[in-house]
């Protein structure tokens, strides 16, 4: 069985998601990363604060009607009373569809916003080499493009427009009740220091404790994809009781850390407003006095009052909004991570081209690698192979003998820790990515099949191919039979992962798949393992015909399937130890021939 790169190992309680302790946000300023996506909308920014300037200043300019509304009950003229309604009427209507303006506004500007952001982050991670999934679970790297990007589609579609709004209620409320009583302003400006500290206080708390909530939302997302995506496993080895433990104490500790956020919040919220509104009752007391004493009208009052209301209230707002601006600064910066992380394979800054057409000659030259996560075990030590274009070659050998990685160095989702790898004679590294493996066809051992009908899957191989081309290839793989026999034959769903298909029937559509794709050098490993003997035997004779005129790379386990390959590579221990024809290597002695041994010998005097 060919080897399979190790797995990440688990994340530290300590840092939940990753292998490595993620710093601490410390400023709000973090949410300038999102400028970049802004930009391309000035001018729907530019419309919302127009929106926002507007529904500002009607709101503040109301009071100024309920004060004339107030004064005129002495005066008792009807007529003045009437357009001072009226007026009150009018401001109402420009409040209402101002900030209905405005919510649409900024709404479309966050919905848009973090449509480009999750479209850069899946972009930027789709094509990062396996070297990053080794570092990251795929769950957290799902909760950051939804969880988080949720987070700051509140913010810029919401929690932004309202702070810019209360900021601005703050001060023109503030300079109109300087002008309506200087007296009982500076009343209210004692109050200002006893609202901003434990704002400022208790805000830095806060934002520790968001990001630290996060960073355990996206461990559980990562535990849950986890155990979802093996869930058969799972079940077959009864571990559903574990599994559920293992989510369940990730789960708690996020909820117990949440939970320390909403107290921290909460109590913010409670000192915040019961100091602004005890100050406003202890003002509207000493204005009683002065209403009173005649040193001001009951409508001057009640405009005082109301602009009174509004500062703190916005003051309020504000407090709330910035624990909702410290989560979405949190979130930030975990997406920011993801776009300005570097890949440890990178396309050439100046591509060569390969030559047209591909003939799928193959060379490593000294090739020594170790997989970033097992830095201490050779995965590859100093392998020399020339295969010809056209040449069959298969790789067989013990489990971690370095088979798989083989293909992997070909495909280079990693580039080698010394030596070279060509096709047709250019280095790997001087081409891009997409333009080498366009000239090769993959059937994984572990077929990867998308929930999607039948012919789609097939289709992945060459997105433009036509019915008949699929229907062609599925033949070639035996996969036409049963695919035929579906509910719905080529159309029909195969469920997520594959679920309603058989190994077998996986792997047929996997081989289909790189026969549609037409490629000049065709990658199998194990491409036939799930096979019953008939299958085994029709796949095996439509990959003979798709070789002619190919080059193509075998690992198999069963050395049945391989006798008729041109040369047979025996690795062990990431080296190559022997090559040469199945007779040959017989005769030869050592590993293939016990291999052979094990296989043929024994397995005759079994039956």
Same mark, same amino acid.
């Given at each position: 069985?060919?080897?399979?790169?190790?797995?990440?190992?688990?994340?530290?309680?300590?840092?939940?998601?990753?292998?490595?302790?993620?710093?601490?946000?410390?400023?709000?300023?973090?949410?300038?990363?999102?400028?970049?996506?802004?930009?391309?909308?000035?001018? &729907?920014?530019?419309?919302?604060?127009?929106?926002?300037?507007?529904?500002?200043?009607? #709101?503040?300019?109301?009071?100024?009607?309920?004060?004339? *509304?107030?004064? /005129?009950?002495?005066?008792?003229?009807?007529?003045?009373?009437?357009?001072?309604?009226?007026?009150?009427?009018?401001?109402?209507?420009?409040?209402?569809?101002?900030?209905?303006?405005?919510?649409?506004?900024?709404?479309?500007?966050?919905?848009?916003?973090?449509?480009?952001?999750?479209?850069? *982050?899946?972009?930027?991670?789709?094509?990062?080499?396996?070297?990053?999934?080794?570092?990251?679970?795929?769950?957290?790297?799902?909760?950051?493009?939804?969880?988080?990007?949720?987070?700051?589609?509140?913010?810029?579609?919401?929690?932004?427009?309202?702070?810019?709004?209360?900021?601005?209620?703050?001060?023109?409320?503030?300079? &109109?009740?300087?002008?309506?009583?200087?007296?009982?302003?500076?009343?209210?400006?004692?109050?200002?220091?006893?609202?901003?500290?434990?704002?400022?206080?208790?805000?830095?708390?806060?934002?520790?404790?968001?990001?630290? /909530?996060?960073?355990?939302?996206?461990?559980?997302?990562? /535990?849950?994809?986890?155990?979802? #995506?093996?869930?058969?496993?799972?079940?077959?080895?009864?571990?559903?009781?574990? #599994?559920?433990?293992?989510?369940?104490?990730?789960?708690?500790?996020?909820?117990?850390?949440?939970?320390?956020?909403?107290?921290?919040?909460?109590?913010?919220?409670?000192?915040?407003?019961?100091?602004?509104?005890?100050?406003?009752?202890?003002?509207?007391?000493?204005?009683?006095?002065?209403?009173?004493?005649?040193?001001?009208?009951?409508?001057?009052?009640?405009?005082?009052?109301?602009?009174?209301?509004?500062?703190?209230?916005?003051?309020?707002?504000?407090?709330?909004?910035?624990?909702? &601006?410290?989560?979405?600064?949190?979130?930030?910066?975990?997406?920011?991570?993801?776009?300005?992380?570097?890949?440890?394979?990178?396309?050439?800054?100046?591509?060569?081209?390969?030559?047209?057409?591909?003939?799928?000659?193959?060379?490593?030259?000294?090739?020594?690698?170790?997989?970033?996560?097992?830095?201490?075990?050779?995965?590859?030590?100093?392998?020399?192979?020339? *295969?010809?274009?056209?040449?069959?070659?298969?790789?067989?050998?013990?489990?971690?003998?370095?088979?798989?990685?083989?293909?992997?160095?070909?495909?280079?989702?990693?580039?080698?820790?010394?030596?070279?790898?060509?096709?047709?004679?250019?280095?790997?590294?001087? *081409?891009?990515?997409?333009?080498?493996?366009?000239?090769?066809?993959?059937?994984?051992?572990?077929?990867?099949?998308?929930?999607?009908?039948?012919?789609?899957?097939?289709?992945?191989?060459?997105?433009?191919?036509?019915?008949?081309?699929?229907?062609?290839?599925?033949?070639?793989?035996?996969?036409?039979?049963?695919?035929?026999? &579906?509910?719905?034959?080529?159309?029909?769903?195969?469920?997520?992962?594959?679920?309603?298909?058989?190994?077998?029937?996986?792997?047929?559509?996997?081989?289909?798949?790189?026969?549609?794709?037409?490629?000049?050098?065709?990658?199998?490993?194990?491409?036939?393992?799930?096979?019953?003997?008939?299958?085994?035997?029709?796949?095996?004779?439509?990959?003979?015909?798709?070789?002619?005129?190919?080059?193509?790379?075998?690992?198999?386990?069963?050395?049945?399937?391989?006798?008729?390959?041109?040369?047979?590579?025996?690795?062990?221990?990431?080296?190559?130890?022997?090559?040469?024809?199945?007779?040959?290597?017989?005769?030869?002695?050592?590993?293939?021939?016990?291999?052979?041994?094990?296989?043929?010998?024994?397995?005759?005097?079994?039956?």
């Amino acid at each position: 069985m060919a080897e399979s790169k190790p797995a990440p190992a688990a994340p530290a309680k300590t840092a939940p998601g990753k292998t490595e302790p993620r710093e601490k946000s410390k400023k709000i300023g973090s949410l300038g990363a999102l400028w970049p996506f802004m930009r391309p909308y000035k001018l &729907l920014i530019a419309q919302a604060i127009l929106a926002l300037i507007l529904t500002a200043c009607v #709101s503040l300019a109301l009071p100024l009607a309920v004060r004339r *509304v107030v004064d /005129n009950f002495r005066t008792g003229q009807s007529e003045l009373l009437d357009k001072y309604f009226l007026a009150a009427l009018g401001i109402a209507a420009l409040l209402a569809i101002g900030t209905g303006l405005r919510y649409a506004l900024v709404t479309r500007l966050g919905e848009r916003v973090v449509a480009d952001i999750r479209k850069s *982050v899946f972009n930027r991670v789709i094509g990062m080499s396996p070297a990053f999934y080794e570092q990251i679970m795929t769950g957290e790297v799902l909760s950051r493009i939804t969880t988080d990007t949720t987070l700051i589609q509140s913010v810029v579609g919401s929690s932004v427009s309202i702070a810019l709004r209360n900021i601005l209620i703050f001060i023109g409320g503030l300079a &109109l009740m300087m002008l309506t009583s200087p007296k009982l302003s500076g009343l209210v400006l004692l109050l200002v220091p006893l609202v901003v500290v434990p704002i400022l206080t208790l805000g830095r708390r806060l934002r520790a404790i968001s990001k630290e /909530n996060q960073d355990w939302i996206a461990a559980s997302s990562g /535990n849950a994809s986890e155990a979802l #995506s093996a869930v058969q496993t799972v079940q077959a080895f009864t571990h559903e009781g574990a #599994s559920r433990t293992a989510f369940g104490d990730v789960t708690e500790t996020s909820f117990d850390v949440a939970r320390k956020r909403i107290r921290t919040r909460a109590a913010m919220t409670v000192i915040v407003i019961f100091l602004v509104f005890s100050g406003i009752v202890g003002i509207l007391w000493v204005g009683a006095i002065d209403v009173r004493s005649g040193l001001m009208t009951e409508g001057t009052l009640v405009q005082f009052v109301i602009y009174a209301v509004m500062v703190s209230g916005s003051v309020a707002a504000l407090s709330e909004i910035w624990g909702e &601006l410290q989560r979405a600064a949190g979130a930030t910066e975990r997406l920011a991570e993801l776009l300005q992380l570097e890949d440890s394979v990178q396309d050439p800054a100046a591509p060569q081209a390969l030559p047209t057409p591909v003939r799928g000659e193959i060379a490593f030259e000294d090739v020594a690698f170790r997989y970033p996560s097992r830095p201490d075990r050779a995965a590859l030590d100093g392998v020399s192979l020339h *295969v010809a274009a056209g040449e069959t070659v298969a790789f067989v050998g013990p489990s971690g003998a370095g088979k798989t990685t083989i293909l992997q160095m070909l495909l280079r989702f990693y580039d080698p820790d010394a030596g070279r790898i060509t096709l047709d004679g250019v280095d790997l590294s001087a *081409v891009t990515r997409g333009d080498f493996r366009a000239q090769m066809a993959l059937v994984p051992q572990d077929p990867v099949i998308f929930a999607a009908s039948a012919r789609d899957n097939i289709r992945f191989g060459r997105p433009g191919a036509s019915d008949a081309e699929v229907e062609a290839a599925a033949k070639a793989a035996a996969a036409h039979e049963f695919i035929t026999a &579906l509910p719905e034959g080529y159309d029909s769903y195969v469920g997520e992962r594959g679920v309603m298909l058989s190994g077998g029937q996986k792997q047929r559509i996997a081989i289909a798949r790189a026969i549609l794709r037409d490629a000049p050098v065709l990658l199998l490993d194990e491409a036939t393992s799930a096979l019953d003997a008939e299958s085994e035997r029709a796949v095996q004779e439509a990959v003979d015909r798709l070789s002619e005129g190919r080059t193509m790379l075998v690992i198999a386990h069963r050395l049945a399937t391989v006798k008729k390959a041109d040369r047979i590579v025996v690795m062990e221990d990431g080296r190559i130890v022997a090559q040469g024809s199945h007779d040959a290597l017989v005769a030869q002695g050592g590993l293939y021939a016990r291999l052979a041994r094990l296989q043929f010998t024994d397995g005759i005097a079994a039956e």
